[in-house]
């Protein structure tokens, strides 16, 4: 029931990330996160992280671009993953959940809310490895990553491809890096990387559905029910564990 259970949860990640083209291991790191320690759904979220965004960053048209205006945003990433995965393995599950279920909280409401803002151009220098730094460590002690990068590049006035390519580019940042800090840290063994590597298929599946699913389906309501349902998610997991 458990594989049932997993398999089902990267096929709903992956229908999310073919509809709005992220949040695969926002979603699959929350839903594991019901039966599962924060630790263990980090680990076998990582290589569907990493292999789908690869698709998703080399279909894009931008690559080289991307890298030279957003490579402090990647550095900051890694160096943030890396400090903040330490919190992850030393947790106890009730606190590492508690900390899961206030980010997926916090990102739920914050889409609901959909504040609109820019950075301007010269504030990038400074600003893009502070946002890295945050979001790496909040993936490496959460496993989400998606604040505050996600609004951050949102902000930054890209064109739709450049957005959905840059939006690959976080997640397979932290991605990498949080697979070196857990396999560092000992709490990514052999099991756990081929459940890990097993999840592509039902990933995968999920991701087409998704893309077939996103010529038919009306964006701003799915997005909607997304972030809502993060929000519930998240507040349902916090609650639990306090409880």
């Not at 073919?18 to 291991?25: D, E, N, Q, R, Y």
């Not at 609901?112 to 979001?135: D, H, I, M």
């Not at 099991?191 to 559905?209: D, N, R, T």
């Amino acid at each position: 029931m458990v594989i049932v259970a997993i398999a089902a949860v990267f096929v709903c990640a992956g229908i999310v990330k073919g509809v709005i083209g992220f949040a695969l291991p926002t979603v699959g790191i929350g839903l594991l996160g019901i039966f599962l320690p924060p630790a263990q759904a980090a680990a076998l979220v990582t290589i569907p992280t990493i292999a789908t965004n690869v698709w998703q960053l080399a279909a894009g048209p931008r690559l080289g671009f991307l890298l030279r205006r957003l490579w402090l945003l990647v550095v900051g990433v890694c160096i943030g993953t890396w400090i903040g995965v330490g919190f992850l393995v030393g947790a106890t599950s009730q606190q590492a959940t508690v900390a899961l279920g206030t980010v997926l909280c916090a990102y739920g409401c914050f889409g609901l809310a959909a504040p609109s803002f820019r950075v301007p151009p010269r504030a990038e220098p400074w600003l893009s490895p502070v946002v890295g730094l945050a979001t790496g460590f909040l993936s490496g002690a959460t496993g989400v990553f998606a604040l505050p990068v996600v609004p951050y590049l949102n902000a930054l006035g890209l064109e739709r491809d450049e957005l959905v390519q840059a939006l690959a580019l976080s997640p397979l940042t932290s991605g990498l890096a949080l697979s070196v800090g857990l396999l560092a840290n000992g709490a990514m063994g052999s099991s756990l990387a081929l459940g890990s590597a097993l999840a592509l298929v039902p990933a995968f599946i999920g991701m087409y559905a998704g893309q077939v699913l996103r010529q038919r389906a009306s964006p701003e309501l799915f997005r909607n029910l997304f972030f809502g349902g993060l929000a519930l998610l998240g507040g349902y997991l916090v609650v639990r564990n306090f409880g």
